[in-house]
């Protein structure tokens, strides 16, 4: 379970019969998470500040089935020049994980553009 609470992006981990497991955990400044789960591993895509440039796109491993560690890094998926404007989606196939988002085309243009980013799960650490 994803949520954001003010400016953090707060999770809670569920049971199978959607009982808490744990308090609620802080994974960091953001807004606007977006979770998707394969084979026992959660994604998290949030927008938030990274490389000292506002609103980007960042994906975070939660956890695994086995009881991983939650991640501490954040990868930022997209390019740093203009922010992003619009709540993301994620998804996983395979070894993949795709996040969809709207960004402005340049910093100099407003009108959007979508954007569908993959990466290797195995770079999301």
């Given at each position: 379970?994803?949520?954001a609470e003010g400016e953090n992006v707060v999770t809670l981990g569920l049971t199978k019969d959607a009982i808490p497991?744990?308090?609620p955990h802080v994974v960091g400044k953001g807004k606007w998470p977006a979770a998707a789960a394969a084979g026992?591993?959660?994604y998290l895509a949030s927008v938030g500040d990274a490389d000292g440039k506002p609103e980007q796109m960042l994906v975070t491993k939660l956890a695994t089935a086995a009881g991983g560690a939650l991640s501490t890094t954040a990868v930022r998926v997209s390019d740093g020049v203009t922010?992003?404007?619009d709540p993301p989606s994620v998804g996983v196939v395979g070894d993949r994980v795709a996040v969809f988002y709207t960004e402005a085309m340049s910093t100099t243009m407003s009108t959007?553009?979508?954007i569908l980013r993959t990466i290797a799960a195995s770079c999301v650490k």
């Open positions: 379970l994803t949520w497991d744990g308090a026992g591993t959660v922010g992003v404007k959007k553009r979508a």
